[in-house]
């Protein structure tokens, strides 16, 4: 009986979840609960790239999981586990690694990003990041974890058979190369394992939530994020400090990136016709930032608020969320734990004792 899609998703336990987690990835997964077969984790092994301090690491888990929950992900509809809970993972990690290019590796923006970032070369200067990597000094290494990245995350999606994977815009590069190890391996092997993944967004693009800094996304590492749990004072503190311009000269200019950055998030959280009443006041030059600012703060505190109340909580009954995970733990392991079967043998790794 079961005919459903499989779903699959996750967020590094790196922080606090922002509004770009939110829009790009959490809120799709409360949308699809009901009509997929969802199994959404918490990526710890994937936050060890960056190696982070265990005891933050560990706390890390517990925030995101109660915000998964306190967002409406509901546990008697949904799968939520802990990635380092299901070790079949890691053991596909290593096998899938046999088929995974360096070069391919190495080419993929978010680790020249991050690589580059480690290194302190400046993200404008796009000298050759590989051959810098490779000789760069053992105080600066790059570890390999953060160069196969892409390997875990593909492992992440293809041991749960999974069809659909809700994420944002900057993670499309990985689900390209999900794809293409799954076709490669059901080609090597001569076996139809894997499908190939695509990301989902009700039909929309994927979603790319600006930060209020002027230019670029929100993210944990621009340090520009409104988070889902900031309290009410802090949130509309950050919204009133959003970069904007000087207003506009002359009627019908091009709006400026930092205000349309503004209008980007508003369209997320604001009714329609409220968002092109401003659109409207920066063409006739009328608008006035504050209001608009104002306005955008009520609109995300109306999303917020309600998940920044369930999650003080939900994050105090440690009880209850380390029940939703061992269960979730057990059927994503079943699953998990079938498919790398089926890698084991189709690669020759069987047992005859
Ligand atoms: P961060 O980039 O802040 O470190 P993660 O990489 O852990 O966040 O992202 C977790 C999920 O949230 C992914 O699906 C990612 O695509 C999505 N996401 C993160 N930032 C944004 C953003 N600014 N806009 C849209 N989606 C985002
Ligand atoms: N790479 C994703 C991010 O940074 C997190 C992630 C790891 C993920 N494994 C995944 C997302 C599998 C979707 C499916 O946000």
Redesign the pocket.
């Known amino acids: 009986m079961n005919e459903k899609e499989i779903v699959?998703?996750?967020?590094?336990a790196t922080g606090n979840l922002h509004l770009g987690n939110y829009y790009g990835a959490l809120r799709n997964f409360v949308k699809m609960q009901d009509d997929y077969d969802c199994l959404y984790f918490i990526?710890d092994l994937?936050a060890l790239t960056t190696n982070p301090d265990p005891a933050a690491l560990h706390e890390n888990v517990k925030n995101i999981l109660a915000e998964y929950l306190a967002a409406g992900v509901d546990p008697d509809k949904a799968n939520i586990f802990v990635q380092s809970d299901v070790p079949e993972i890691s053991e596909m990690y290593l096998l899938l690694n046999m088929h995974v290019g360096i070069g391919e590796l190495l080419r993929t923006t978010s680790f020249k990003d991050k690589a580059r970032k480690q290194l302190g070369i400046s993200s404008n200067d796009d000298k050759d990041i590989e051959s810098q990597v490779i000789g760069s000094e053992s105080n600066k290494r790059v570890n390999a974890g953060l160069l196969t990245?892409p390997t875990?995350?593909a492992v992440?999606?293809l041991i749960q058979k999974a069809h659909k994977?809700p994420?944002g815009k900057d993670?499309e590069q990985?689900l390209e190369l999900t794809r293409r190890f799954a076709r490669r391996f059901n080609s090597f092997y001569n076996v139809d394992i894997f499908p190939e993944p695509e990301n989902f967004n009700f039909g929309h693009n994927a979603v790319k939530v600006p930060g209020l800094d002027g230019s670029g996304k929100m993210g944990k590492s621009e340090g520009n994020c409104i988070y889902l749990v900031d309290e009410e004072k802090v949130l509309r503190k950050k919204v009133m400090r959003a970069v904007t311009d000087e207003g506009p000269k002359e009627p019908g200019q091009p709006i400026s990136e930092p205000v349309q950055n503004l209008l980007t998030l508003m369209e997320l959280t604001t009714a329609p016709e409220i968002v092109q009443s401003y659109r409207d006041a920066y063409a006739d030059c009328s608008i006035r930032y504050g209001d608009m600012k104002k306005q955008l703060a009520e609109d995300i505190l109306k999303v917020t608020t309600p998940i920044r109340e369930r999650y003080k909580e939900i994050r105090a009954d440690e009880a209850y969320i380390g029940k939703v995970v061992r269960q979730g733990a057990e059927r994503a392991r079943e699953r998990a734990s079938k498919t790398l079967e089926e890698v084991r043998k189709a690669m020759g790794i069987i047992r005859f004792y």
């Open positions: 699959l998703s996750g967020i590094r990526a994937h990245y875990l995350m992440d999606i994977v994420v993670q990985h």
